[in-house]
């Protein structure tokens, strides 16, 4: 079982930058993928980015993810954030395994068994 735990959440000014943590604790798989996701209020549960065991790192857009490894934690960096960014920033994790070690394309919320509580993000003037 693993544990997540977001962090880094808050309100921001649109145009603003914000870097999210999410702290994992638990059981340690030798292939995994990490993701982000977020939910508007009033909307589904929709997915932003992703990154496996693999990689050091992905971006996509205004939106980067990456992994410290030594402290266990996975980063969400998010740039030239406006009010439509305003939701529940999700950290998720998937056991994948060596022969099938890549994210599921696309994200989807029943692909991922480990989950965050979530951190709140608000961008408003």
């Known amino acids: 079982q693993v544990q997540l735990v977001e962090s880094g959440g808050g309100s921001v000014q649109p145009g603003g930058s914000l870097r999210l943590s999410c702290a994992v604790s638990g059981d340690v798989y030798n292939y995994y993928c990490v993701a982000w996701f977020r939910q508007i209020a009033g909307k589904e549960r929709e997915g932003i980015i992703s990154m496996t065991s693999r990689s050091s790192y992905n971006m996509k857009g205004r939106f980067k993810i990456s992994q410290d490894n030594a402290n266990n934690t996975v980063y969400l960096e998010m740039n030239s954030l406006t009010s439509e960014d305003t939701a529940m920033y999700y950290c998720?994790?998937?056991?994948?395994?060596?022969?099938?070690?890549?994210?599921?394309?696309?994200?989807?919320?029943?692909?991922?068994?480990?989950w965050g509580r979530g951190t709140q993000v608000t961008v408003s003037s």
């Open positions: 998720a994790s998937a056991r994948r395994s060596a022969r099938l070690w890549d994210c599921p394309r696309p994200l989807r919320v029943d692909d991922f068994d480990s």
